[in-house]
């Protein structure tokens, strides 16, 4: 855990989140300013600063916040419809919270390029 880190705060209890989903390895929280009708931020509990910070033995892990977004998005009933995942990474990438997250979107027609 990072003391400074707000995700590493929300894994750990220390700040509140609307926590929908938790386990061993990850914390799955709303989003406090959703994008889409269903915004999640699925996050693992270590912290791992950016995509540019993952090293081999993330790889499991990396892929779980992957299946946990998934199997959120089909117990809410979007997954046929469908949805995105986001990771961005630093300042070009739209990074603002420097604990790695993935967004999940989903419950409305997504356009593409994003902006
Ligand atoms: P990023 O821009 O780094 O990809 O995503 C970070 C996200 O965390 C942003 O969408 C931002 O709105 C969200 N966020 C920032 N602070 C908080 C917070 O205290 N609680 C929650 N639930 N989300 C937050
Ligand atoms: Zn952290």
């Known amino acids: 855990m990072s003391d400074e880190c707000l995700f590493c705060k929300i894994a750990a209890g220390e700040i509140p989140?609307?926590?929908?989903?938790?386990?061993?390895?990850?914390?799955?929280f709303?989003?406090?300013n959703p994008q889409a009708p269903h915004h999640l931020v699925v996050i693992p509990r270590e912290h791992i600063?950016?995509?540019n910070d993952l090293e081999p033995r993330h790889e499991a892990l990396f892929g779980?916040?992957?299946?946990?977004a998934t199997?959120?998005?089909?117990?809410?009933?979007?997954?046929?419809?469908?949805?995105?995942?986001?990771v961005n990474c630093n300042s070009?990438?739209?990074?603002?919270?420097?604990?790695?997250?993935m967004h999940?979107?989903?419950?409305?027609?997504?356009?593409?390029?994003?902006g």
Do not use: C, M
């Open 104 to 114: 999940l979107l989903g419950g409305r027609s997504l356009t593409w390029p994003p």
């Open 49 to 51: 600063a950016t995509l």
């Open 17 to 28: 989140a609307n926590v929908v989903y938790e386990d061993d390895d990850v914390v799955v």
């Open 92 to 101: 070009a990438g739209g990074q603002t919270v420097f604990h790695i997250h």
């Open 64 to 68: 779980k916040l992957a299946t946990t």
């Open 71 to 86: 199997k959120l998005a089909a117990e809410r009933g979007f997954d046929s419809a469908g949805f995105r995942l986001v």
């Open 30 to 32: 709303e989003e406090i």
